[in-house]
């Protein structure tokens, strides 16, 4: 009532001003398309994305916008209404008065973003390349834009050694007459691959600037600093990627220093027939020892962790030709966007004698586009690789079926909510869970690697046990990252305002069911996550032995099979301050006294009191680093385990 009658009040003011007689204004608001990150297609220099959708913008101030964006050959397009007073991804647009919308390139936080707005009604209904580039199209002769071998990575036979070559021959005009062509060399667990790219020598690539650029053949430089042994080169000549030469140190002078030479080389060769030999046997022995493990779908990696910069991207996603050979074989858990399936990759990518191996794939139909692309560049981002992660292999556009497909390990024990139905754990397995699902947090949100290099953080946004996987050992890692957001600089204030609720109503902290998220510190995106890792963390402990009498698996509030609703959760945790119980009898052992009060700590209502996951893990290290033994493959089942873990 009361904010009915300072309307009112507005309204007479304003007519009294307006001299009393009534005028009334017809503000215009435009008409936009108005669709998210969708394909694009190139018709001479316009793009047009693949939406046809039109909106009346809201504001009246509003004009129409549109952003551009190429990776990994896919072009991508997003059109929207905008308010030219606020900045569109961080980019102030000053001109925004021509009926066409003509890009301007940005680099915003590692990427080569385009950007445009117009006005008139759906005057981005397709977007003009600026005029430099125009130009540069029309007059600047093609071949000045670099041929590149752009394979992205692909598995490798090489061995630091003599030179090696691409098996894939892709080959691409580099976008802008800047780029270069590079390839990298790495080796990660033993496994090599190859990586060739075109390159922006006014960036860096992996966080090292190229030095090479007036090459005319790619010498490989092994690059410092990284876990594993990585290599890099760069050249300026046409196709001159094809080709990887490591660099072996030129000899001085042949005649006189060949018998030197032969007897120096005496100690390398059997030092290297030593290490080849002791390399094959460890490899042999992993091998059976993996076997043994059913840890299969552990061994395939997509192994590039070793990046420093926000742009790091593995990129990795497959050509339509070269997609992978994969026979899907049964439908493993089904979410909101997509399917997944557990398969087999036809290639013994370890061992010659292996004829497949068993991967996940995650099938989205060509609708949720958005979702695959949200999910695949958060995947690609090579600081992301951890063990308590799910390991990511590639993703492709498989055109033919209307599909896009995410492909990762696959991990036969399944989801943490189907295991934890199924089975109960003892202190140790607690332990190794949970720790290991601390750490795969921890890792999420740091903002370090490791190695002391920057990543940026990433908050999930979905934690919740059907969403973390058990692997083999006794170990969780986390999936699912659709929902995922990275906390960069490039966070537009559109998407920023889009996140303020999302996730799984029964995980959900207080903050975030009532929409009160503070969106301007990242920080409390990160507390909302350690409140629902806290609920996972109560349902492991739930199903503990150590504990006493276990109950049947109940998730945090309530029964498995229904879905509470945002209002109803919000009447257990926000207004009667409800919180999954602890019962007595957790403080009678030490250990699962510890976790408790760690829980507690965790689902605090103020998101500030929370305990960091990096904190948590610090505590549980400390705690269980006497626990955690070597696990045997076979946990108890419900139906057969007893009390004997206290
Ligand atoms: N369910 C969802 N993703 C899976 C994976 N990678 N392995 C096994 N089961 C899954």
């Not at 694009?40 to 793009?47: L, M, P, V």
């Not at 410092?224 to 080709?243: I, L, P, Q, V």
């Not at 301050?577 to 699962?592: D, F, K, M, V, Y």
Request: hydrophobic content about 35%; some cysteine.
């Amino acid at each position: 009532m009361e904010r009915f009658c300072g309307f009112g009040s507005v309204l007479v003011a304003c007519c009294l001003m307006s001299g009393a007689s009534v005028m009334v204004h017809t503000v215009s608001h435009s008409t936009c398309k108005s669709c998210g990150p969708r394909p694009a297609s190139s018709i001479g220099h316009k793009c047009y994305p693949d939406c046809n959708v039109s909106k009346v913008c809201p504001n009246p101030e509003d004009v129409c916008a549109a952003v551009w964006w190429r990776e990994a050959g896919i072009v991508t397009m997003e059109t929207m209404c905008h308010n030219p007073a606020r900045p569109l991804y961080s980019v102030m647009l000053k001109d925004y008065s021509s009926a066409e919308c003509l890009l301007i390139s940005k680099h915003v936080a590692g990427r080569n973003l385009r950007v445009c707005a117009c006005t008139g009604d759906d005057c981005n209904k397709h977007v003009l390349l600026s005029k430099l580039s125009d130009q540069e199209e029309l007059t600047r002769p093609f071949k000045l834009r670099k041929l590149c071998r752009f394979c992205d990575i692909e598995y490798s036979t090489c061995n630091a050694t003599g030179v090696c070559e691409s098996t894939c021959n892709i080959t691409s005009i580099c976008e802008s007459p800047n780029e270069v062509c590079v390839g990298a060399w790495k080796r990660n667990e033993g496994i090599s691959s190859v990586e060739t790219v075109c390159h922006d020598v006014a960036f860096p690539f992996y966080g090292q600037y190229l030095t090479d650029n007036n090459s005319s053949t790619c010498v490989l430089k092994p690059v410092k600093g990284t876990e594993e042994e990585f290599y890099m080169c760069s050249c300026n000549a046409d196709e001159c990627n094809a080709k990887l030469i490591f660099n072996v140190p030129p000899l001085k002078d042949k005649r006189t220093c060949l018998p030197v030479l032969l007897v120096s080389l005496v100690p390398l060769l059997v030092v290297i027939v030593l290490l080849v030999s002791s390399f094959y046997i460890y490899r042999v022995l992993r091998q059976q020892k993996l076997k043994i493990k059913g840890m299969e779908s552990e061994i395939f990696i997509n192994d590039d962790d070793h990046s420093d910069s926000s742009s790091a991207k593995a990129n990795n996603l497959n050509h339509n030709n070269e997609l992978l050979p994969i026979q899907l074989d049964s439908l493993v858990g089904k979410g909101r966007f997509a399917e997944v399936y557990r398969a087999k990759l036809k290639q013994g990518l370890m061992s010659a004698g292996e004829a497949f191996q068993t991967v996940a794939v995650k099938i989205f139909p060509y609708e949720e586009y958005a979702s695959w692309k949200n999910e695949w560049e958060i995947f690609s981002d090579s600081e992301l690789r951890h063990d308590n992660i799910l390991h990511f292999l590639t993703a492709e556009d498989r055109k033919t079926e209307r599909q896009y497909w995410l492909i990762t390990a696959y991990h036969e024990r399944g989801n943490l909510q189907d295991f934890l139905s199924k089975h109960i754990v003892s202190w140790e397995e607690l332990c190794r869970l949970g720790v290991s699902l601390v750490r795969g947090v921890a890792h999420l949100h740091s903002d370090q690697m490791v190695s002391g290099q920057p990543k940026v953080p990433i908050v999930h946004r979905d934690l919740k046990s059907s969403n973390i996987l058990v692997k083999t050992d006794l170990t969780c890692c986390l999936c699912d990252l659709g929902l995922s957001l990275r906390l960069d600089n490039s966070l537009s204030p559109d998407e920023l305002a889009n996140s303020g609720q999302v996730g799984t109503a029964r995980y959900m902290a207080p903050e975030v069911l009532e929409s009160r998220i503070d969106l301007e510190n990242i920080e409390s995106f990160k507390q909302a996550d350690v409140y629902s890792m806290a609920l996972v963390l109560w349902e492991i402990t739930s199903r503990c032995s150590a504990i006493g009498d276990v109950r049947e698996y109940e998730p945090p509030f309530g029964k498995l099979r229904e879905h509470p609703c945002v209002e109803s959760m919000k009447d257990d945790v926000i207004r009667d301050r409800l919180r999954p119980e602890i019962p007595a009898s957790w403080s009678q052992h030490t250990g699962i006294q510890f976790v408790s009060s760690a829980i507690e700590e965790c689902w605090d209502h103020d998101p500030e009191a929370r305990l960091t996951a990096h904190c948590v893990m610090e505590r549980f290290d400390d705690i269980t680093s006497a626990v955690i033994l070597p696990i045997s493959s076979e946990p108890k089942s419900s139906e057969d385990s007893g009390n004997d873990d206290k």
